[in-house]
């Protein structure tokens, strides 16, 4: 019987803020902290469950919390650290 790998997704669980407003960094359930950069290339990747990537009307590319309704899944809820 062949061994399954574990895909199970990290989830964004804080973040940090910049003076203005916007989410600068992220942490994930694990603990492991990533600059908005490579919060981006994670979530493209597909290794955060609760965050989605989107092109903005900047033309830049951004994450975005879930939109299913869930608070949990709204990146604006994550507590701060």
């Known amino acids: 019987m062949k061994k399954e ?3 199970k ?14 989410l600068s960094q992220f942490k994930d359930s694990k603990g492991k902290v990533y600059d908005y950069e490579q919060a ?3 979530v493209e990747a597909g290794k955060i469950e609760n965050a ?11 994450i975005r919390g ?9 990146l604006s809820s994550l507590k701060e650290f």
């Open 5 to 7: 790998k574990n895909n």
């Open 9 to 22: 997704k990290e989830r964004f669980v804080a973040a940090r803020r910049n003076p203005d407003g916007t």
């Open 40 to 42: 981006l290339e994670a």
């Open 52 to 62: 989605l990537p989107f092109t903005g009307r900047d033309g830049a590319r951004h």
């Open 66 to 74: 879930m939109n299913d309704g869930d608070e949990s899944t709204n």
